[in-house]
């Protein structure tokens, strides 16, 4: 007879919202945030800790949550994409990524967004170097990145208000 695995009980608060969740031991962060919460804005493009896609902020610090256990974010704060919204006001980072056309198909957006946060919440006039930097760990396979960049310094431009 398989041993039966049991949930586990956890607590995290995503997007400044508390909820306790039951998840398998090996429940991935990514799963979690799709599945259970329905936050599907974070995307899996690979699987494997390579693409990006599923970059989310825990605790501040920007994580591929295809390789965060859902158990190992318990009691932690996660912002998603969805969390980049307030009040029904576009983060500026969004609206540059609309104005720099910092996107074409999206799939890698949300991702490289969190990352671009978590470098302009601690610098807030990166160089060019920094920022790709910041979202070397990020793939985007329509781009070329150009305007990737641009929308993260009109972004950082923004939100200095300069
Ligand atoms: S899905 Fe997580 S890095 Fe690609
Ligand atoms: S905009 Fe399509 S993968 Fe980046």
């Not at 997007?15 to 599907?40: F, I």
Request: charged content about 20%; overall charge neutral.
């Amino acid at each position: 007879m398989p041993e039966t695995i049991e949930n586990v009980a956890i607590r995290v608060t995503v997007n400044g919202q508390q909820h306790s969740l039951q998840v398998e031991p090996r429940t991935l962060l990514v799963e979690m945030l799709r599945e259970q919460l329905d936050l599907t804005g974070t995307h899996v493009g690979c699987d494997t800790t390579y693409c990006g896609a599923c970059t989310v902020l825990l605790n501040g610090a920007a994580v591929k949550s295809c390789t965060v256990l859902a158990v190992q974010a318990d009691g932690a704060e996660i912002t998603t994409v969805e969390g980049l919204e307030r009040n029904g006001q576009l983060h500026p980072i969004q609206k540059a990524f609309g104005e720099a056309y910092g996107l074409q198909c999206g799939y890698c957006t949300p991702g490289i967004m969190l990352s671009a946060l978590q470098l302009l919440t601690k610098n807030k006039k990166p160089s060019e170097k920094e920022i790709r930097k910041a979202i070397a760990g990020n793939t985007c396979r329509c781009t070329g990145y150009q305007n990737i960049f641009k929308a993260i310094q009109l972004a950082a431009q923004n939100m200095r208000g300069t």
